[in-house]
Structure formats: C-alpha cells, structure tokens
C-alpha cells in the first residue's frame, strides 16, 4: 500500500512541475501567431534547385549579336510550341491584347490550296505543304506539317485576325534573291521558302510564321492595302506578329529589349535606312517601332496608319495625317523609348 502511495505521489509532483514550466513560458498574441516566420523569404521556402531555377529566370541572358534568319542560330532554341503552353505566353510580348483565354481550334477549310512545284507532302486544316529538289526531304516537312498549322494558330491568336482561307507553302533550294529566305504571295495565296537539305528546319518554320503574318495582314486590311503599305509597317508587323518564336530565338523577351540589343551591339536606330544594317536587323527595329507604335497609340490608329501606306517606300504611311507627329519625331519618341 505504501509502494502505491509513494508512486502516486511522484506523478503529482510532477505535473506540478510541469504545469509551472508552462506557466512561465509567455504566449504568442494572435497577432503574432498569424505572421510569417520574420526569417521565411520567398525562396527560401523552395527547394534548392527550385529557387536556383527562379533566380536565373529573373535574369535574362541578353545578346549582343544580330541573328540572321538564313543562319543556324546559335542560342538554345524550343522545339515546338507547347500544347501545355500557358495562352498568357502569347500575349505576354504585348501590352494591348489582354485577353488570354485559347481560341477555339479553325474549322478545316475543305479543298486544296493553290498548286505549288514540286510534290505535295501533307496537308493540315488550312495548309498544303510542298516539297521542291534539293530542299528539306519529303519525311522532315511532313513530320513538321502539325507545328507549321500550330505556329499558324498561335499568330492568328497573337494579332486577332483569322486566316479565311487555305494556303500553301512550299519549299525550295534556290531563292530568287541572293539571301531571300522567304517570299509571301498573298494575290496568289503562296508562300516560298528557301533551305538547302543540311540547314535548320526551326529557322524555317519562324521564317514560315513571318510569312504567313503577311497573309494574315493581307486577310485584314485588305490585298489593295498591303500592295501599297509602307515597308516599315509591312515587315515589322509580320516580324512583330511572329513574336513568339522570332524572340526566343533572338534571346529576348520583348521588342523594346530587342531594339536595345541592336543599339547596344552598334546597329544604328535608323528606321528609313534600317536595310543597311541587314535584312534581318531592319526587320527587328521595324518590329520594335510597331511594338511601340501599338502600345503608344493603340491597334485604331495604328490600322489607319497601315492603311494610309501610299506605296512600298519606308515612311510612305501618313504619319503626320494619322498620329499628329511626323515620321522623324515619331522615331524620336521611339528611341527615347528604348533608352528608357
């Protein structure tokens, strides 16, 4: 009996003592039981590699060269335009289409496109695909007719208009111009592309998009508009409308960064006289300008500026007459913008 009496007065003992610990221990208020650790930052709370990964992204690898569309570029580049690809991707490069949500995929327009040379490969929901001599083999083009329909759908997205009828492209080995890599017959509904056997197929699908951006402004304003429209309008907005691959590929992650690329790597900011410097650096400025055009002035005015285009000259469009401004200040505004 004593034994029991002994032991349970040692477990008194020590809940005595333990409820005194407690006691003198002080509680956090509320409100500082619903703060955050003061020590948990953001990236502390990921995983090693996971907050290694963020840290880099939020520091992009600019270059300081000027890519030319007929060359293999040299930077890592994304096979293909994702399935999982977020839409906000592709209004990410542009301040003035917000909306985000994924169109639904183009009706298949029955038929066949224009007839090109060479032989018919494959065929998607709006495009014929074409194969000449000593170009890309047969089995590559129609192994990539998916992605040609794909980056399609992603510049009709990226620009807001629909291509309304069918198309073809074709591929050949001799351009009609030396370093002409692609040409847009929009009266004809054509596109030619100019490759040898051993060169890159993911230049030519960008090469691909910028054409059919041609089309695509062809569908908008119209083929009397497009004939005349001033080249820097021209070109830059099909550049401009294949954004989404013409940028990664130039390690960039929107027109004005690009335009800085340029000024940084000694391109001159001369829009009239951009050609100059090469095909490709014109094209990239002329991009940036319509990039800055758009989100200064909005797609309104900037669809009547295209439309005023009196012919093929740069700085044909009616500047003064549309947005107030001359050419020249406009491209003043525009450099300042870039030196921002």
């Known amino acids: 009996m004593q034994r029991i009496f002994s032991r349970a007065l040692a477990l008194l003992i020590c809940a005595v003592m333990f409820a005194g610990l407690i006691a003198a221990r002080p509680l956090r208020t509320p409100n500082e039981r619903s703060q955050p650790l003061a020590s948990a930052s953001p990236l502390s709370l990921l995983p090693a590699a996971g907050a290694q990964k963020l840290a880099s992204n939020s520091q992009p690898s600019l270059s300081k060269t000027a890519p030319a569309v007929g060359r293999a570029n040299e930077l890592e580049q994304p096979d293909d335009l994702r399935a999982d690809l977020p839409a906000e991707r592709f209004h990410a490069l542009s301040a003035t289409q917000p909306s985000v949500v994924a169109k639904p995929v183009p009706a298949m327009i029955a ?20 194969v000449g001599k000593s170009s890309f083999s047969s089995d590559q083009i129609a192994e990539l007719a998916p992605k040609f329909e794909r ?11 629909t291509l309304q009828h069918r198309i073809s492209i074709g591929f050949y080995s001799r351009p009609p111009k030396r ?24 230049r030519a699908v960008t090469v691909a998009m910028h054409e059919m951006g041609h089309h695509l402004e062809a569908q908008r304003y119209g083929e009397a508009a497009q004939r005349r429209a001033d080249t820097i309008l021209h070109e830059g907005l099909a550049t401009w409308i294949a954004s989404i691959r013409w940028l990664d590929q130039c390690g ?17 900011l001369r829009l009239l006289t951009a050609e100059r410097s090469g095909a490709d650096n014109a094209y990239e400025l002329w991009a940036s300008f319509v990039d800055y055009l758009v989100r200064q002035y909005g797609w309104k005015k900037f669809n009547a500026l295209y439309a005023s285009g009196s012919g093929r000259a740069p700085g044909s469009s009616n500047y003064q007459g549309v947005l107030g401004k001359s050419l020249a200040d406009v491209s003043d505004d525009w450099r300042a913008w870039l030196g921002q």
């Open 151 to 161: 980056v399609l759908r992603a510049a009709e997205d990226y620009f807001g208009t």
């Open 179 to 202: 370093g002409v890599r692609g040409m847009a017959y929009t009266d004809e509904g054509r596109v030619e592309l100019y490759y040898r056997p051993d060169e890159e197929t993911s």
């Open 252 to 268: 960039a992650t929107s027109w004005r960064q690009r335009g800085q690329q340029l000024r940084d790597s000694g391109i001159p």
């Open 111 to 130: 038929g066949n496109g224009p007839w090109m040379r060479g032989q018919l490969v494959a065929q998607t929901q709006r495009i014929d695909l074409y």
